[in-house]
Structures are given as C-alpha cells and as structure tokens.
C-alpha cells in the first residue's frame, strides 16, 4: 500500500506531523504537496492530486486529505470515480468508514483535530480491513451504479 497525502495551507502542519508519524509506522508516504506553507494555495488542487494517485488502484492505494473543515477535500476528493473518501473526527468513525464502507481517500479537518487526535484517527483507519460483509458489499454496489 502507498498513502498519498496532500493538503492546503490550512492543513499543512498537521500533514507534516502526520507525514512522518506513518513514515516511522513503516508505511510508504507520498507527498503531492503541498511541499511549503503558502496561504494562497488551493485545497482542490491538492485532493485532486491525492485522490487521482489512489484512483490508479483504488483497492490498495490509500490517501489522506486534509484542510480547515476538511469538507472541502472530502468533497473534491469524491468527485472522482471509485473513490470513496470520509472525513473523520473520531476513532470510531473511522473504524467505521473502513469496515463498513471500504473508504480509500480518509478527510481530516486540520482547525477541529489535535494532533494526536488525527494521529490516532489515522492509526485506526489503516490498521482496520473491509468487512466485506454482504450488506455492505450491497451497498458498495450501489454506489458504483450512481458513479457510472
């Protein structure tokens, strides 16, 4: 698995933290930037990097996205088919976004999570496998249809 990983200025330092707190995990991290602070970049571009990196192989590629409210990646980020991303404020929700619905691309709101909060977040989201439970496989049907 590869994370690809990209925020805004917003989110920036809390990509940097968390950037190197998987890297010491042992997972292989790319960042697409933002590589500085710079207040007057963009959120879209940097979840439409990340999401179009986790799309070339949507089944093992994972990314993280991160802003202020992290709304804005999240919703970027699902524009594109076969991505799934959740923007995530607790441990159970992100347990809950991988188990039952199998999300790739995981949103983090950068002014709302300390950074242990979003290291521990993310610690559970990587660490928790697709159920693949009948019900959800349903469910993840469906979306596909909307998508096509």
Known sequence: MVIYIGSDHRGYK????LKK???VKGYVVVDVGAKKY??????????AKVAKKVRENPRVNRGIVLCGSGEGVEIVANKFKN???AL???EKQAYASRNDDDT???ALAADFL???QAKKIAEIWFKTAFSGEERHKRRLKKIAKIEN
Do not use: C, H, T, W
């Open 14 to 17: 809390l990509k940097e933290s």
């Open 21 to 23: 707190f998987l890297q």
């Open 38 to 47: 710079n207040k007057n970049d963009d959120y879209p571009d940097f979840a």
């Open 83 to 85: 991505i799934r991303a």
């Open 88 to 90: 995530v404020s607790s």
């Open 104 to 106: 790739n691309v995981l």
């Open 114 to 116: 300390s950074e242990g």
